[in-house]
Every structure is written in C-alpha cells, then in structure tokens.
C-alpha cells in the first residue's frame, strides 16, 4: 500500500536531514522517517554552527555539495572568523544562528526535493528477513519497504533528562525518547554504550543588564560558509556578550552539588570532557575565581538568550539562584532550566569507512548515535552516509575521504579505528594534515569529488574551476614580476615594516611578515591591472599558498608518503587470526575492526608499526 524506498533515513536531525538530501538529490527515492516534523533539523543546544575545526567541516560539506553551510547562511544572525591572528590552518568560521529560521530552511529544502518523502513518527524496528534489510516499523505498525535503512537517532535512544534529582525519560526538553530500536539491534549482536551531555538554562534578554557585560560584535565583513552565490552576505548582526562567573555565583552553585546527578553518580555514561557543565568546572579548576559566559542571542527577533559555558543539570531553583548572581544578571529571568541527558550510543569501531555496519549490511549509522557530539560532526556523517547508502544500491563505487583530504576524513577514520570513549567532537589537532585541509580552501579540495558523485552542481564545479585558473595565474604572475625599492619602501615605512635593502620578486615579497596581497598590489600597481576582476577569495588563496609555501609542501609530502600504505590493500574477509607472529592484541583489534588498507591498520589504537610490517610481508607472501 505504501511506497518502497531505497533509502529509509531514521530521524530529522543534523545527521539525517544531510543524509536524506544527499541520497535524494543523487537519485535515491528517500522516506525521512523522524518522530516529529516541528523539530527537523532542531538545534538542541548551542544555536551555532562551525566553530574551531567544526567550521572547516561545514566548508567541506558545502564543498561536496551538502546543504549545511547554505542553511546556515540563510539563518546567519552574526559571523565570526575565529583564530584570524593565527595561521591559516587555525581559522575557522562560525556563525550564530536563528534557532527558528536555521529549523525552517531545513525544512524547505527537503520539501523542495521531491525524491524526499516524509513520515511523521517514531520509527521502532527494522524489519529483515534473514539477514537482509526489507523495511523499517513504526510504533503504529506501519512497515515501510526500503532496500537500505540509515540510522540518526541522536540523543533519542532510550534517553533520559535530569534536573537535579528529578528524571525523566526524553530525546530533548520536551521531546519523547525512542524506545525500541536499541534493544533490537542489540539482539542482533549489537554492542551498545551509554554517553551523556548537558545543556544550560535560556533566560529573558530584556530581564538582563547589559551595560554590565562587554559586547562581542561580529566581524565588521561577515563572509558566508557556503562556496555557493545562493546566499548573499550578512548586512546587519546581532551582537554577543560577555560576563564572568565569580565565588559568589560559585558559592551558590555548590549549594545544589549534593543534589546534582553528576556528583551523585545517579547519571551513567562517558560525558564530554571539552564542554563540561558549570558544576563539574567549578570542581575540576577549583583555584580559578570567575569561567566567562556568552550570553547568546536565539535569533533575529527573539528575547530569548543561549548562557554558553553554563552547562548544567543542578536542580532549576539553584541554577535561577546562581544566574541572579552573575555580573548582569541580577535581575534574570529563567525560560527554561539547563539539564543533562543520557543516551544509547553504538561504538562506531563496529562500521565500516562508509558507515554501514559491519553486522547488517545496508544498514548505515551516522550523528551522535555514532559517540560524536555538535551537529557539524552529526551532519557530516549523515552526508557521508547518505552518499554511500545511495551508491551502494546503486552498484556505485563506495564514497571515502581520505585524512589528507578533509576532517570529514579523519573523523570516520578515527571513530572506525579507535572509537571512542567519551563524546567525541573534532578539534585542529585530531588532524595531522592541518595546513592542508584549511577552511578556504575545502572547495579546491572537494568540490570535484561532489561533483563527480552528482551532488555538488554544474554552477558549484565551474565557479571552483574559474577560482583554481585565477589563483594559477595569480601564483604565477606574482613569480614573474618584481617589486622595486623605490616603490615598496615607502608603503613599508608608513607602516613600520622593514625595508627593502634591494628589489625582489613579488612572490618572495608577499612572504615577508605583515605583508599581504593587497600591499603587494600597491607595490607594484600592475599587478592590479592583472588581477582586475578576480575573486577575493582566489586572491587570498593565492596569498595564503606562497606566504606558507613550505609547510604546505611539507605536508603534501608527508601525505604522499603515507598514500603508500593507503593504497596497500588488505582483501574483505581477510583472516588477521592467522598470522601468529602478531600479538594477540593486535590479532583481536584487527580482527574487530577489520581494517581495508595497511594505513587503515596502522591507526588501530594499539597497533604497532612492528604489527604492521608483520602484516606486509604476510600480504606480500600471499601476493607470490
Ligand atoms: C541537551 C543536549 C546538549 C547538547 N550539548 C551539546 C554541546 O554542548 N555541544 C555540541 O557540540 N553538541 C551538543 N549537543 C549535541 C548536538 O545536539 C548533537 O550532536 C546533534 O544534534 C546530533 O545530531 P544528530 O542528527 O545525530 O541527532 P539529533 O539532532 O539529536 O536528531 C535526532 C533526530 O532523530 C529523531 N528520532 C530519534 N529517534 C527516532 C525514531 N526512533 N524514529 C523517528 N525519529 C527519531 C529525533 O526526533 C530527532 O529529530 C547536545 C544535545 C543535547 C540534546
């Protein structure tokens, strides 16, 4: 009576809406399955998207042709280019959005693809016959055929809310947990965990002081995430603030400790380290006297503030106590208490580079049910995911990114390899190619592989291409003519840099510190001429690769290097118990993980290169 699918994306977060987009928009027919439709693509948290290194993947995603970074774009209250006074490889962008509007424009999009279909309701079984994927159940019984099923439940499984000693079964404030699905993955051979996170409590803007905070304006020239012109940029933003903690505040806060969950041990699971409540800051830095806060505008037209850095899941009349306390604060008014949430998460050692499971075939996870945590994370998994669940129904080439290419890269390969004990979120230095893979430059890197899958578009393709020609002949130009003294001394002086003692080349002269296109210009005012016309961005690109020429082909070599043992394949199926010379740990890790290459082997935590050299001359015999 229903239609039959190819694809069954299991819930409307982060993670599933870029799944259900992107294996629509390749040709999959898409059923979005997701227990409400007023919460498709819900913030839970923080009303932020990207971040340090999180920006870099919101770049990325746009650049294989997701929808995250146009989303954002269009819901943009304010953008910020974090890190800017350090080194390419650090700067990241972020954008404050709309909480409502960032919710809505996700919706939009997935109704505008008309291989999208979508069904309001809890999804609680997948349905199989033998081994093999037929159809996923809802809780009113409806069975919905699909030949791949993937999986973005997010917080939802199983979850459970506290606020100080109450609890409550949920997904989100106000939201139902999902009930079902764990238990019948874990009877098929599932291993299933526990993890945990909190949110802080939303207070009444026009309650707040805020003469008494430092305001945190964004960038005077916001730019955009997306590479794409179907947005234009920000011409007004609202502004951010600052306030501290203090003893007082403290004081207050501790007065709740003997009824907070996470003192009392009442909360199970691994929480996360990098974003920990208030309480457990106040406990972990007990000799630091005030932590900041930013008070966070929820969107364009609304009161209603985010109190970033005050996480917290003490009971509701201690949080409204300690608020009152804070610098700005006196007067505050609570619209709704922080709380921490503990969920069902599956170690994601148990999927493959495409995140199918290894257990069920066409069977895909993605998001937070994966151990990760922030919504870039989610999101690009869903993107990845969704790719890979529409070309393997499809008999196409399975979709993965290599660690040189993308952080998208390094994240599937570090969840696969060595999973993870706490909610893991993407940092600069998870990356070992950091200096490759910047944020401006993701669409160099992955726009033609999107575009080779079908999903980054013909307009996307030649708007890289017309940047890569003009940085080219940019990069080219400025190492054919020179800067003289006479010219370029002056410009220095007036900005107390130093001079030159004899003309040189403009691509050595853009090297020098301080030193940037728009000076190097100036120096040699026919360089304007040439470049007139091109793209800001291609003369930043090119500006960026010769100030740091020599780390980047550093690290090209580096990633070169280690290609070697990427492309050296390990069959599917191969038996890693055989060979006896490995130890018996390693013997065990390998054969969890079942890993495709030599380099895919080399990352299993526990793996020595010794182990690997084992495994070489083993695969090399074989080969004989
Ligand atoms: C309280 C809280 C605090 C957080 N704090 C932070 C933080 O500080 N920093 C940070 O980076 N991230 C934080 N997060 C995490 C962030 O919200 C997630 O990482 C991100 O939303 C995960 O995206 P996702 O797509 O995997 O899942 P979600 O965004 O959770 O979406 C899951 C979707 O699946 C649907 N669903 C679930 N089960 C079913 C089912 N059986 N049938 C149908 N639909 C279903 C839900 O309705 C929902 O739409 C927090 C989350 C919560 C809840």
Redesign the pocket.
């Known amino acids: 009576m229903y239609p039959s699918y190819d694809v069954i994306v ?9 799944a259900a987009h992107a294996a629509a928009t390749l040709g999959s027919s898409v059923l979005l ?4 439709m007023q ?8 009303p932020a998207m990207g971040g340090v290194a ?1 920006g870099q993947i919101v770049r990325e995603i746009d650049a294989l042709g997701g929808m995250s970074g146009i989303v954002t774009d269009k819901s943009m209250i304010q953008f910020r280019m974090l890190n800017r006074s350090k080194g390419p490889a650090m700067w990241s962008p972020r954008a404050q959005s709309d909480r409502m509007v960032f919710a809505q424009e996700w919706r939009d999009t997935l109704e505008a693809n008309l291989n999208v279909d979508i069904w ?5 079984e997948i349905v199989m016959e033998g081994d093999k994927i037929t159809g996923v159940k ?2 009113l019984g409806v069975v919905f055929n699909t030949k791949s099923v993937v ?7 199983n ?1 459970l ?1 506290h606020i100080g000693e109450k609890q409550f079964g949920g ?3 106000g ?7 764990t238990e019948q993955l874990v009877g098929l051979g599932f291993e299933a965990g526990r993890m945990k ?3 802080p409590p939303r207070v009444d803007g026009r309650s707040l002081n805020w003469e008494k905070m430092q305001e945190q304006a964004g960038d005077e020239n916001p730019e955009k995430f997306s590479y794409s012109d179907t947005t234009t940029t920000l011409t007004k933003q609202r502004s951010c603030f600052i306030t501290y903690t203090s003893n007082a505040v403290h004081d207050v806060l501790k007065t709740g400790f003997d009824r907070s969950p996470m003192f009392n041990g009442r909360i199970q699971g691994l929480g ?1 380290r990098y ?1 920990p409540s208030i309480e457990d800051k106040i406990n972990r830095f007990a000799e630091r006297d005030r932590h900041q806060i930013f008070v966070e505008p929820e969107g364009w037209n609304t009161c209603e503030m985010y109190i970033n850095g005050f ?1 917290t899941s003490l009971p509701e009349d201690v949080q409204y106590k300690a608020l009152r306390k804070i610098e700005g604060f006196e007067n505050a008014k609570m619209f709704r208490p ?4 503990e ?1 069902d998460f599956f170690p994601p050692t148990q999927l493959k580079s495409t995140l199918e499971t290894k257990l069920v075939e066409n069977l895909y996870f ?5 151990g ?8 690009s ?2 993107l990845m995911a969704g790719i890979n669940a529409h070309n393997k129904i499809k008999e196409k080439e399975a979709f993965i990114l290599k660690r040189s290419e993308a952080y998208i890269g390094v994240l599937i390969d570090d969840l696969i390899n060595k999973g993870t004990d706490e ?1 893991y ?1 993407m940092f600069t230095s998870r990356a070992e190619y950091r200096i490759l893979l910047r944020q401006d430059n993701a669409d160099i890197r992955l726009t033609q592989l999107g575009y080779d899958l079908g999903l980054a578009s013909q307009d996307r393709f030649n708007a890289v291409e017309k940047k890569k020609k003009e940085i080219d002949n940019v990069v080219e130009t400025l190492k054919e003519t020179s800067i003289k003294v006479n010219h370029a001394n002056p410009l220095l002086n007036e900005r107390e840099l130093q001079p030159l003692s004899q003309g040189i080349k403009a691509n050595q002269f853009i090297k020098r510190p301080h030193v940037d296109i728009n000076l190097t210009m100036e120096a040699n005012p026919s360089l304007k001429e040439a470049f007139n016309g091109y793209g800001e961005k291609a003369l930043e690109e090119a500006e960026i690769l010769l100030k740091y020429e020599n780390y980047i082909e550093k690290e090209q070599k580096l990633a070169e290097k280690l290609t070697t043992l990427e492309s050296y394949k390990i069959p599917e199926g191969f038996d890693f118990k055989s060979i006896t010379a490995l130890s018996s740990e390693s013997r065990e890790k390998m054969t969890k993980v079942a890993p495709l290459t030599l380099g895919q082997a080399s990352r299993i935590s526990g793996v020595t290169p010794a182990d690997v050299t084992i495994l070489m001359v083993y695969l090399d015999k074989q080969k004989v």
């Open positions: 299991i819930g409307g977060g982060h993670a599933g809406c870029e399955i997701t227990m409400n919460t498709i693509a819900q913030m839970s948290c923080n999180k309001q309701e809890m999804a609680t809802t809780s999986l973005t439940n997010g917080t939802f499984l979850g809310i997904g989100r404030s939201e139902h947990a999902a009930k079902g699905l996170t909190g949110t996360p974003c996480s922080g709380y921490a949430i969920y993605a998001g937070q049910i994966n990760t945590t922030g919504y870039e994370e989610a999101a998994q869903g909610p979120r």
